[in-house]
């Protein structure tokens, strides 16, 4: 593996761990730590991020800016999705959406 991978990759598997640890003490948590992968917003907010930075970070770094900019467009998905709040799930639900 590149060396300039071993940071992002690392960073991933240290949120699986976290999440797998913590869906231990609390069962259900990882569904709902990782239900923003499931919505439309987050995630076109994410893959927005995410190819704006692999775009701009390729000639910089080159392979490694791809795996930095997919984690980059996790984080924002998810805090997107923690901005839109409760009530988006409650509207989603009605319209038919999975929750």
């Not at 797998?20 to 990782?34: D, F, I, K, N």
């Not at 917003?41 to 893959?47: D, F, L, V």
């Amino acid at each position: 593996m590149e060396t300039s991978l071993v940071a992002p990759v690392t960073v991933a598997a240290m949120l699986v761990i976290r999440t797998a640890l913590v869906e231990m003490r609390h069962p259900g948590s990882a569904r709902r730590q990782w239900c923003f992968l499931a919505r439309r917003h987050p995630m076109t907010a994410g893959a927005t991020a995410a190819v704006l930075l692999c775009v701009g970070g390729w000639r910089a770094a080159g392979i490694a800016s791809v795996a930095w900019a997919v984690l980059a467009g996790a984080l924002v998905a998810h805090v997107v999705h923690l901005s839109t709040g409760p009530e988006a799930d409650k509207t989603e639900n009605r319209n038919g959406g999975r929750h």
